[in-house]
Nanobody, 127 residues
């Protein structure tokens, strides 16, 4: 089992940057593939970015490619989402998620692939 706690959300102007963090409990964090999702009001939770347990492979939604970067520090049990060139449409609640990877290179982009979720952190981008 792993518990996830996000932080780093807030209010930022369009064009600005934020870095989200997701701290995980437990000693087996390095075996989990991680992902970030976001949910706009009244809509489903959408995939944003994923990183494998070995931290050498990542994948992004087209809407954030080139602007967001996912990374992880297995020594600190933390995954990050660096968000640059933020747009008003990036406004959402952001969630991190974890799943035990079948192998170190595994990446997961489906909401149903993940079985551990954080509580979410609000990101608001003003125009």
């Amino acid at each position: 089992q792993v518990q996830l706690v996000e932080s780093g959300g807030g209010l930022v102007q369009a064009g600005g940057s934020l870095r989200l963090s997701c701290a995980a409990s437990g000693r087996t964090f390095s075996t989990y593939a991680m992902g970030w999702f976001r949910q706009h009001p009244g809509k489903e939770r959408d995939f944003v970015a994923a990183i494998n347990s070995g931290a050498d492979s990542s994948y992004y939604a087209d809407s954030v490619k080139g602007r967001f970067t996912i990374s992880r520090d297995n020594g600190k049990n933390t995954v990050y989402l660096q968000m640059n060139s933020l747009k008003p449409e990036d406004t959402a609640v952001y969630y991190c998620a974890a799943v035990r990877g079948l192998y170190s290179g595994a990446l997961y982009i489906g909401r149903s692939d993940y079985d551990h979720w954080g509580q979410g952190t609000q990101v608001t981008v003003s125009s």
